[in-house]
């Protein structure tokens, strides 16, 4: 099921978190694991945790990319999907 598959993902992702994590780094790779959480959470109707994730993925980006930087506009539109969710 598309459901298992979310799960399945999400700790794939939980794990990868984790190992950046570890090694104390937050970086353009750290902030694609947080989005993918955040859109894994999504996909599981968890939208306050996926919230969560989608705003640590830009806080990040906003530490470690130029403010115009197209990697920003991913972590934006996680939110704005998160968001929309929400209601």
Known sequence: ???????????????????????????????????????NYCALGKYEKALMYAEKALQIDVKVLEENHPDRAESLSILVEVYKSLG
């Open 1 to 39: 099921s598309i459901l298992g598959k979310d799960k399945e993902g999400l700790k794939k992702y939980q794990r990868a978190l984790l190992t950046k994590q570890n090694e104390g780094k937050e970086d353009l790779q750290t902030t694609k694991i947080y989005q993918m959480i955040a859109r």
